[in-house]
């Protein structure tokens, strides 16, 4: 079964492929650039939505919901916005379908075309922006915290499962405050939550800075962003948080009358983070073996494989399989019983090696008499005999392990593929290797721009934690106060 | 605040608009027939969820997620089912939008229309058994149990808030089996896991039962379904469960090989509850001062209200109350303090009575004291004084209490509500009092379809626990072998 993975080595694009549809993470639907997320992978974004969920609730976020149309007209509003939305939108133009007159199938309704076109939402701050103008009158409404766990479509001309989908899986935070200051902050205190998500949850090292002017979202005045490194040497964004400025509440209007009895317009963020993160997740940690899943987001942590001859020999073990499950169950850790009875074992630790299963416990009839058992953990593929009797308290220290070693994996792979450039003629031949390339930039478009041409590489970010370093752009040779993050991306 | 919700006894749907909005529960939105789900209401959607999906999993199924755009031709190929949703879908047509040439603004951009138009889904079976052809060979693969949370679109004319809204959110449950005995079980079971779901936790007595041919759902055999009174007398389909036999499997050509080594096609069902559910948890419950919600679907189960003069006073109760919240919370129940010292407590009782929370605690400085609390019961508006020292044990038996109250008074308020009746005159006179009626039905589509023209009254459902009792159709005097449930309905 592995076997059918191609070696990332080989080709990474065609490896990743293999790795979603094989693993039964997803697969592309009949409808162009639609993907179905089949139930391993979405039992994965169930994890990651759990565990986002508690923490934007745990800074005093509330969910809400609003609407997947988009009046055209809304979008139009903000002048940046609609620049960077209006040519990958799904258009609805009628509500009905009726039988040819000429008998040739179903065709659409001339009678019910819409007064004014709809949009599927590629993102929702023009109809929540409408929407909070009535919710909004005074200081004593806000700061106003709302998130929506949401599909948004946005047409894709080149797509890839998870990473690039004309519809996706999201969460979108719209918040609204009083002061610029209270927007700032909850811009980079949600950038990072990201952070902190990826890196405990995804076990994935994430860089937070924020984007140049160029690469900021439609309508911003600064995006922040979380941006990851993938095995290939190419950089991930995985997580955006926008500080909007007064942008949107001067578009729809939505002034609050502040403790001093002063109207003003309302300040706001928005942030979000995709189905994209299981991207991300694949990409970070996995091999030629197949996925390598972190613990905390593993939809089945243990997988318990009985190595057995026929029926008869199965049933006199399954007593005590049950109880090895029972007791790492009650220790918090989920477990899959794999009893099937017509496999072997060998396709077996195949197929829970490919879909990324963090420990495989294996047994067998002298194990069992022995009261040992076989576990293997999958980032490493060591195996270890243990006593039966230790076996949870030995998985659960070795979950936590897991944990971390995939984490300081990624990390050390990221620092091994970080470099310092200041020869513009070496970075544009090191910068075919992929890595991340720390280097001065004038900080003007044009530059950035020509780089870009030339190399296919971008700005990822400019860092918080980059030491102030007066140096020169390598291209231009202009003044720069510090280093900048460069690499192609996805 | 409570005098602004209109009187029930004067007009009930006004009575229920006032509620939705004032108790901050959903609102109209921008685009015609969507809503908003305000974060209060969204809150109930989000317990709603949390305990279907338990019930979901712990009964065997996955969650996944499919498009939500479904392909023009794929509605076409089950017969009935493209009858049943054609005439109500949102269809996009284009992917893109461009300024107009002629300066006056944003158009649909006509080179970028679609080959084949996009429907929104009404509903998914089409997408699904097109993608399980994929996904099923053999009897193995069998049962495939998956249920997707999305939002569907099916463009009504007339809408309401909750109860009929264009884009609306929902499970929905796709299940595939190797035989037609299993599908028929799987049908019953999800069923009843509704009408427990209803019971248990929307404290809302449900009746069960079949749908008559003319009432199923497009393209099944068989429509289970359960069926609430509201308290104007009306019923309200709070869900159903499809036994869809082969239909799905034959129109998207889904066959299996069996253990005998016999191709046959699959056999298959489908269900779902939506955000309908938060009208009739409305409707159900809630009474002239504002919504009565069940302790296990409150997003608040207890308020705890200071009374208090000025900031100093309150804050020589914080410590006190921040101590009875955290003894509530220890015993898991969900507490909000509402310190808010703009408004007087007798405008913050009115507005937690009219959000509905079972359970209100007030304190005063003389309770502080004597160390004795307050406490108010939604249900009942009784008031009871305890010592602070029982106020978790207390609590917590109240609002088991609460929520057995609320399910008992509807019980027997659609009991009261309940009649028997074989004379088709006096039908017609009492239905305009609304009600469930149990009467002798002759079986055929006609009688039906008359009796609904000339009272607006349909048949429910054919209860299961219904016992056999040979009769006369009420309206054409044809043998009939039980009685059926004849309402008027949302």
């Known amino acids: 079964m592995a076997k059918e993975v191609t070696n990332k080595e080989e080709n990474y694009s065609l490896w990743y492929n293999n790795l979603v549809m094989k693993a039964d993470l997803a697969e592309n639907s009949a409808v162009r650039g639609c993907m179905v997320i089949k139930p391993y992978g979405y039992a994965i974004w169930e994890k990651m939505q759990a565990a986002l969920d508690k923490m934007f609730k745990d800074t005093g976020h509330v969910n809400a919901y609003f609407p997947l149309f988009i009046p055209k007209s809304f979008l139009s509003k903000e002048a940046e916005h609609v620049e960077g939305f209006a040519k990958e939108c799904a258009v609805v133009t009628h509500h009905r379908l009726m039988n040819s007159p000429d008998g040739k199938g179903l065709v659409v309704d001339p009678a ?55 519809e996706f899986l999201w969460q979108e935070g719209h918040t609204a405050h009083a002061t610029e200051q209270e927007a700032i902050e909850e811009t980079e205190r949600m950038v990072n939550i990201y952070a902190r998500f990826a890196r405990e949850f995804m076990a994935m090292p994430v860089i937070v800075g924020s984007k140049t002017a160029t690469e900021r979202f439609a309508g911003a005045i600064d995006t922040l962003c979380i941006e990851a490194m993938m095995q290939d040497g190419k950089a991930l964004q995985s997580g955006t948080s926008h500080f909007l400025g007064q942008n949107f509440a001067k578009a729809f209007d939505v002034q609050f009358t502040g403790k001093d009895g002063k109207l003003d317009y309302v300040w706001a963020t928005s942030w979000g983070v995709s189905t994209r993160l299981i991207g991300a997740l694949i990409m970070a940690h996995s091999d030629n073996n197949g996925l390598v899943l972190p613990p905390k987001l593993a939809p089945i942590q243990v997988v318990l494989v ?20 029972a007791e790492l169950e009650a220790a918090g ?32 009839p002298r194990d069992m008499q022995n009261g040992a058992l ?40 990221r620092e091994k593929n970080t470099f310092v450039v200041d020869n ?28 870009k041409e030339e190399t296919k590489a971008t700005i990822r970010c ?29």
């Open 112 to 166: 019910a075309k819409l007064e004014e076109e709809l949009v599927i939402r590629p993102t929702s701050e023009t109809i929540i922006w409408n929407t909070y103008k009535n919710w909004i009158t005074s200081y004593r409404d806000l700061p106003l915290l709302c998130n929506q766990w949401a599909n948004v479509v946005r047409w894709e001309m080149r797509t890839r499962l998870f990473l690039r989908t004309a």
């Open 306 to 325: 009985p190595i057995f001859k026929g029926e008869e020999e199965l049933n006199t073990m399954r007593e005590q399989l049950l109880k090895v499950k």
């Open 333 to 364: 850790i989920s477990v899959k019983l794999d009893d099937r009875d017509n496999l072997r074992s060998g396709y077996k630790f195949a197929e829970w090696e490919l879909k990324g299963v963090p420990v495989r416990i294996a047994i067998g």
């Open 424 to 451: 513009y003629e070496e970075f544009k031949t090191r910068i075919e290797d992929g890595g991340f390339f720390l280097c001065h930039w004038d900080g003007t478009a044009e530059t950035e721009e020509k780089i």
């Open 462 to 490: 400019i860092p918080f934690d980059m030491p102030s370093e007066p140096g020169k752009c390598m291209l231009t040779g202009q003044p720069s106060a510090h280093r900048v993050v460069f690499a192609r991306a996805y």
């Open 374 to 413: 076989e576990i293997a953990r999958r980032d490493t593929l060591e195996k270890q005999v243990i006593p039966m009797a230790d076996a949870a308290a030995y998985v659960t220290d070795l979950l936590q392990s897991i944990q971390e070693n995939i984490y300081n994996k990624a990390l050390a792979f």
